[in-house]
T-cell receptor
């Protein structure tokens, strides 16, 4: 099974709201990722967690705050977003070995976010 | 740095036509290569992959061969269906926690 689940599927929020996106995998993967995808573009990497520790932050604004409570779960906390942050947010996971990021990434279905 | 170049789309085909989507790459080492597919309104699904030169990845009638001499990983299918209409992304990974994606190629298949 190569399933990554994401909730919610759709989210509409105002610029003063606080919301969270959730990602879950039960494949025993030790690396998890957040990507942002704008329309007609490839995904852009935002954050990487490896063994529950943040290993990459691609200079993402602080209004996006990732959290990895355990090896199966990844959250993305959103606060004071801008309309230009509207996009599809994709979670991915990889790797059961010693170097989990060297293995194939499997993506979830995404959360489509609209910021008004 | 590493990069992936894909052919511009959209690629428009009739059902049962032969498909080729070109992908070439630039990398400093020996990357793994991937094709991901994104159906309308969905996330990315791994279509196939190859991890070393001359490997052929295949899935659902799609094939791609890792060609080190031409730094290419072209996607092919002998007979496309309407249900294959999607965006196809070529990507590479050198194992540094990052996937490098091409710009994506939209495929439109008409009955």
């Amino acid at each position: 099974d190569t399933e990554v689940t994401q909730t919610p599927k759709h989210l509409v929020m105002g610029m003063t709201n606080k919301k969270s996106l959730k990602c879950e995998q039960h494949m025993g993967h030790r690396a998890m990722y957040w990507y942002k995808q704008k329309a007609k573009k490839p995904p852009e990497l935002m954050f990487v967690y490896s063994y529950e520790k943040l290993s990459i932050n691609e200079s993402v604004p602080s209004r996006f705050s990732p959290e990895c409570p355990n090896s199966s779960l990844l959250n993305l906390h959103l606060h004071a977003l801008q309309p230009e942050d509207s996009a599809l947010y994709l979670c991915a996971s990889s790797g059961r070995g010693d170097s989990p990021y060297q293995e194939t990434q499997y993506f979830g279905p995404g959360t489509r976010l609209l910021v008004l | 740095g590493d990069s992936v170049t894909q052919m511009e789309g959209p690629v428009t085909l009739s059902e049962e036509a032969f498909l080729t989507i070109n992908c070439t790459y630039t990398a400093t080492g020996y990357p793994s290569l991937f094709w991901y597919v994104q159906y309308p309104g969905e996330g990315l699904q791994l279509l196939l992959k190859a991890t070393k030169a001359d490997d052929k990845g295949s899935n659902k009638g799609f094939e791609a061969t890792y060609r080190k001499e031409t730094t290419s990983f072209h996607l092919e299918k002998g007979s496309v269906q309407v249900s294959d209409s999607a965006v196809y992304f070529c990507a590479l990974s050198e194992g540094f926690q990052k996937l490098v994606f091409g710009t994506g190629t939209r495929l439109l298949v008409s009955p």
